[in-house]
């Protein structure tokens, strides 16, 4: 008689499963769209960095051996890939970016604030309790959308819950095209849960309110190599000390992962087709209306208002799109004010200066 012993071999010997090792560059999120950006030559001179950290006096970036500060000068965000100057680290180049996630600075000014670069996913974390706003996830999956990154509804806290299934059943009614995904991030859930999007390569970023858990999460992915979370102090938009953190760690699976502070304040700009695609039915169905300009909301012949009346659309729901479109235009009409004011003012400081040297 012949026995099988196979069911008592390992499964992964198969060499065909096994998986290549990353190169070190892929292991700190180097895709092909960087990798067609410079030539071989380019990269033996000035080697690619990607940006972990931005500090007050400038950036913490590594690379292939190389973890290093660099001083004020490229304008570049967490996530980043630079060309290293050996000779001045300052005058290194941003390669092109894969994606780019910024809102409105916070506060009075008009700037913009870039807050991750070249993410792959970005998870947007609620908790099954008050934290709960359907609003709000909605603003994050337009940010992401807007940003080519794919998004991610986290609902975290399903252990304190009595009936996550209730906010499950809201999370899933925002998107057909944004998977929603409840656990306990407390438990080894993550990793399990999370794996389809965090694998080799890729780089995820968790985003959402103070105390959802996103730490939790960062941890949970890290498995025994648990980070221990680093505060930043940094200054705000009004010279106020804050705390914060904002840092790209590298897991040992090969997938990059952003932590960053709860976010109260986000507020929407030249976010215009991420909210088109967060709301397409609604943009789909505005293409319909009498009017070209149609505002849905008094206009005769508005295809919107009349599947309102007919109980198709929401009512609440179209007023959240409107809000979030009314501020986008607003943040976008003030900073492309500004932006050409700055333009003129410098023109005009040009043109000054060259007045005085004739
Ligand atoms: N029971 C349970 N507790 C959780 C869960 N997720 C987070 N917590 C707890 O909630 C608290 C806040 O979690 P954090 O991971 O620090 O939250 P955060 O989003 O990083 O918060 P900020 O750093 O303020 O932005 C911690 O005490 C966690 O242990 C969960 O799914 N279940
Ligand atoms: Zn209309």
Known sequence: MTRDYSQFLPTDTD???????????????WQQFFAQQVSVEQIEETPPLRVTEVHRNGLQARG???????????????????????????????????????????????????IAANLDTTFIVSSCNDDFNVARIERFIAL????????????????????????????????PFVPVVALNAKSAEPQMKLADWCKPGQTVAFLGSSGVGKSTLTNALAGDDAIATQEVREDDARGRHTTTRRQLYFLASGCAVLDTPGMRELQLTDAASGLAEMFSDLDELGAQCK??????????????LAAVERG?????RLARWQKLVAEDLHNSATLAERRSKDKAFGKMVRNAQKKKKN
């Open 15 to 29: 060499p065909d499963r096994r998986v290549a090792p990353l190169s070190p560059l892929a292991q700190l999120g």
């Open 64 to 114: 292939d051996g190389i973890d290093m500060h660099i001083p004020h000068g490229p304008d570049a965000t967490v996530g980043d890939w630079l060309l290293l100057n050996r000779e001045l680290p300052s005058a290194s180049e941003v390669l092109d970016r894969k994606s780019l996630i910024k809102r409105r600075a916070p506060g009075k000014t008009l700037g913009v604030q870039l």
């Open 144 to 175: 992401a959308f807007e940003a080519d990154v794919t998004p991610v509804i986290i609902l975290t806290k399903v252990d304190k819950c009595d009936a996550p299934e209730t906010y499950i059943a809201q999370a899933e009614a925002i998107s």
């Open 291 to 304: 009017f070209n300009d149609c505002k849905h909301t008094v206009e005769p012949g508005c295809a919107i």
């Open 312 to 316: 198709e659309v929401d009512a609440t």
